[in-house]
C-alpha cells in the first residue's frame, strides 16, 4: 500500500513537469483571468471589475492600461491592406487592393491574407514581448476597404477591389477567412469591412456630405459585399463611415446601424468609427449640438470605438446626465473585450499557437514568393497589335523613359508598409536584359508637366533613334490619388481625380514617341481607371500594371519579356472619356459602371488579354429550371495557342425583358484556371437563388420568373467575342 502511494505521487509530481503551464490548476485573482472559463464568463467578470471612467477610456482607439487588473494597453488602430502596413518593422508588401481584385483569384487572395496574419502576429508578439503596445501593433486590423468603387475619379478607389459587389463580396470573404484563420477558439487576427456604407468620395466633403440612394440601389450595389463579410465571411469588426445617409451621420444611422447591421445581420462583432467621424456629428453633420450627444448616439446606434480619443471622453458626462445608462455602456465593452479575449490576449503564450509565431516569418521567401505571384497575376494586357509583346531579350538597345519608370513610391501605394528591398521596372528590366542589351533610361516627362530644362526633347530623340524597342511607363501615383490629400496639380483635387484623362504632357510624349517608327509599350501605373482613347488608337501595346508592390518591377520584366504570360482581368471600366461619367457627387447607379453603364467603353470590366487563345464551347445550360431551385451551368474551355496561360473563366447573367431596374449583366461567377497549350477542361459554376434573384424597387431579393441569359467567357460578353467563340452564352427559363 505505501509502495503504490509512493508511485501515485511520483506520477503526480511528474506531471506537473510535464504537463504545460496554463493547464495545472493555479489560483487566479479574478475570474477573467482563467483561460479555461467561457469567453462570455470571463468578459462579464472583467466588465464588471471596471469603473465608469475605466469603462469609457477602453471605447478609445488607443484603450489604456488598468494596472490594478493587469489589463495591458491595447490600441485598436492597425493596418494590412495588402501586407502588414505602417509598423517600424519591414514587412512583405503585395500588390494594392484594385491590383489584387485583377487576379480575379479567391486562393491567391485567401493565402496572402493568411500570410499578412503571420506577419502580423510575429510583429504584435515581439511588440508585447518588449511592452510596446503602440499604434500600428495589435492585431485588430482595419481592413478590407469593401466600398463599391462607383466612380474612377475617387481616389481611395484604389483600396477596394472594384466596381462590382459580387466580386467584392467574394474577394472580401476570402480575405476574411485567410486573416482570421480557422482555429476553433482563436482569431490568427481580426478583420474590419469598411466604410460601412455608401462610401465613395468626393474626398474633400467626406466628413459632411449626405447621400441618399434608392432602396434598390442600396440592397443592389452598396450593400451586398458587407452583408456577405457580416452574414458569411462573421468578419471581427465593420468601421462606419465619415459621411451621413438620409440625414444621420453613418455611424448613427438608425437604418444602417441598428436595423440592418445589428438586427437583420445578426452582427455580433465591434464596430469602430472612422477616425474622427464622431466628431463629424457635431463640427460638420451638424446632427449634434455636442461632443457629449454626439458621443451618445454613436453609441447608443453601437459603435463601441472612436477613432480619434476625443468625443468618447464625454461619455462620462453623458452617463452622469442620464443620457445613457452605464449598461448601455457594457454591451459596448463587452463586445470589444471578447474581441480581445477571442485573440488570446489574456492566455497564456503557450495555450495560443499564434502567439509562437516568430520574427523571422516577416518576408519569408514564402512570402515573397507570393507577393511575386500576385503581382504577376495582377497585370492587364489591354493591348498587343501584331504581337509587339513579348519583346525579345535579345536587343541590342532599348530606351525606358516615364516618371514611373524609377519610381519606388509608386509600386507600393498606399496603407502599405516598406519592405526590404522592392524593384521598380527600370532595374527589373535591366536584371533581366544583363550586359548584353544596352538600357537608355530617361524620366521623359513628370506625371502632369514637363521636367524644368528638358529642352523640346532634342537630347532623347538623339538617345532613342537607334533603340530596337520604346517602353514609357507612366500613368499616375499614390502621391497625386490617396485619402484626403493636399495635391495641387492639373486633374487632381483633395486625393481624388477631376478628369480621368491620361495627364497630357503623357500623351504628348508618346505621340511623339510614336513617330520614331519604334515599338512602342505604354506600361500604365495607375489605382484607377484611365481614359486612353489616343493610345488605344495608336500606341501598339498597352500594359496596366497597377501599384504591383514590391515584386511590381520584377513581375512587369517577366510580362513584357515572355517569362509569364498575362491574365489579369479589369476590376473596373475603362471609361473613354470624362463625358462617359455622370456627376461624382450623385450616388445613384444609373449609367455607372458595367453593371449600368449604357455606353461603349473603352476596356471593359472583366477585359484582358493572354499571349495564347481561348476557346469556349459545350455549354451546358438547362432549357429550363423551377423558381426556388439551384443549378449547375458548365462550359468547355480550350487553349488554342501555341503558349501554356491562364484564362479567367466569367459567368454573367442577364435578365431579358425584366420589370425591375435590373442590371444590363452581373457577373455570378468566376473561376481562374491553368490550361497547356491544347489543353481543354472543363468548368462548372452552381447558380443558387440569390444569384438568380433581382433586387426590387423595395430593396428585396426575389427570384422572379422569366427568361435569363447565361453567358460565359474570358471576358463580357459582345457580338465580337461570340464569333470568335470567347464567350458563349444560351436563354434559361425560370418558371
Known sequence: MKKNFFAIAAIAVLSLF????????????????????????????????????EKVYQMLNAAPAIPRLQVPAYNWWNECLHGVARTPFKTTVYPQAIAMAATFDTNSLHQMADFTAEEGRAINNESTRTG??????????????????????????????????????????????????????????????????????PEPSRHEFDVNVSDHDLWDTYLPAFRELVVNAKVAGVMCAYNAFKGQPCCGSDMLMNNILRNEWNFKGYVTSDCGAIDDFYEHHKTSADAENAATDAVLHGTDVECGNVTYKSLIKAVQDGKLTEEQINISLKRLFTIRFRL???????????????????????????????????????????????????????????????????????????????????QAIKEK???????????AVDFTSALAGKQDLKAIADEVKDADAIIFVGGISPKLEGEEMKVNQPGFNGGDRTSIALPEVQTNLLKWLKTTDKPVVFVMMTGSALAIPWEAENIPAIVNAWYGGQASGTALADVLFGDYNPAGRLPVTFYKSDEDLPSFT??????????????????????????????????????????????????????????DGEEVVQLYLSHLKSTTDAPIRALKGFKRIFLKAGESKNVSFTLTIPDLSLVDEQGTLKELPGSVLVSIGGSQPDAKTQVSKKTVGRVMRVI
Open 433 to 443: 536584359l544583363g550586359s548584353g542589351t544596352e538600357v537608355f533610361y530617361d524620366k
Open 344 to 426: 488570446g490576449l489574456f492566455d497564456p503564450k503557450e495555450q495560443v499557437q499564434f502567439a509562437q509565431i516568430p520574427l523571422s516569418v516577416l518576408e519569408s521567401p514564402e512570402h515573397q514568393e507570393h507577393a511575386l505571384k500576385m503581382a504577376h497575376q495582377s497585370i492587364v494586357l489591354l493591348k498587343n497589335e501584331k504581337q509587339t509583346l513579348p519583346l525579345s531579350k535579345k536587343l541590342r538597345k532599348i530606351a525606358v523613359l516615364g516618371p514611373n519608370a524609377d519610381d519606388s513610391i509608386t509600386v507600393l501605394g498606399n496603407y502599405n508598409g516598406h519592405p526590404s528591398k522592392l524593384s521598380t521596372p527600370l
Open 586 to 643: 450623385d450616388y445613384s447607379m444609373n449609367n455607372r459602371t458595367y453593371r449600368y453603364f449604357k455606353g461603349q467603353p473603352l476596356y471593359a470590366f472583366g477585359y484582358g488579354l493572354s499571349y495564347t487563345t481561348f476557346k469556349y464551347s459545350e455549354l451546358q445550360v438547362p432549357y429550363q429550371i423551377p423558381v426556388g431551385k439551384n443549378t449547375i451551368v458548365s462550359v468547355k474551355v480550350t487553349n488554342t495557342g501555341k503558349m
Open 18 to 53: 510535464l504537463l504545460p503551464s496554463w493547464s495545472v490548476k493555479k489560483h487566479f485573482q479574478y475570474p477573467f483571468q482563467n483561460p479555461d472559463l467561457p469567453i462570455e464568463t470571463r468578459v462579464n467578470d472583467l466588465v464588471s471589475q471596471l469603473t465608469l471612467e
Open 132 to 201: 510596446n503596445t503602440g499604434i500600428y501593433l495589435g492585431l485588430t486590423y482595419w481592413t478590407p476597404n469593401i466600398n463599391i468603387f462607383r466612380d474612377p475619379r475617387w481616389g481611395r478607389g484604389q483600396e477596394t477591389y472594384g466596381e462590382d459587389p459580387y466580386l467584392t463580396g467574394t474577394l472580401g470573404k476570402a480575405f476574411v477567412s485567410g486573416l482570421q484563420g480557422n482555429d476553433p477558439k482563436y482569431l490568427k487576427a481580426a478583420a474590419c469591412a469598411k466604410h460601412y456604407a455608401i462610401h465613395s468620395g
